[in-house]
Nanobody
Framework: QVQLVESGGGLVQPGGSLRLSCAVS????????IGWFRQAPGKEREPVSC????????YIEDSVKGRFTISRDNAKNTVYLQMNSLKSEDTAVYYC????????????WGQGTQVTASS
């Protein structure tokens, strides 16, 4: 059974940085597509970024491009989301999710971590 645990969220002033971690157990991240999503209060969940089985195959949503970076540490079976120059509109619960490359949808989800950018 694949399990995902997010960490690294918190309260930060606008312009600050946070690094989210998604620790994966039960399957090697080498063979998984890992995505980051977020959901702000009163809004639908939206994709933020994802990384495929090849480190060169990444996606970053336009709204965070140039500020957020996704990466993977295979030795730690962990995927990271580095978030710089945070804005108030980045405030949301951030979730990581996993699927096999051949799957159409993400099958496994973490519990989420709160990110709040506020002065």
């Amino acid at each position: 059974q694949v399990q995902l645990v997010e960490s690294g969220g918190g309260l930060v002033q606008p312009g600050g940085s946070l690094r989210l971690s998604c620790a994966v157990s039960g399957f090697s991240v080498d063979y998984l597509v890992i995505g980051w999503f977020r959901q702000a209060p009163g809004k639908e969940r939206e994709p933020v970024s994802c990384i495929s089985t090849s480190d060169s195959d990444t996606y970053i949503e336009d709204s965070v491009k140039g500020r957020f970076t996704i990466s993977r540490d295979n030795a730690k079976n962990t995927v990271y989301l580095q978030m710089n120059s945070l804005k108030s509109e980045d405030t949301a619960v951030y979730y990581c999710a996993a699927k096999l490359r051949s799957a159409r949808e993400y099958n496994y989800w973490g519990q989420g971590t709160q990110v709040t950018a506020s002065s």
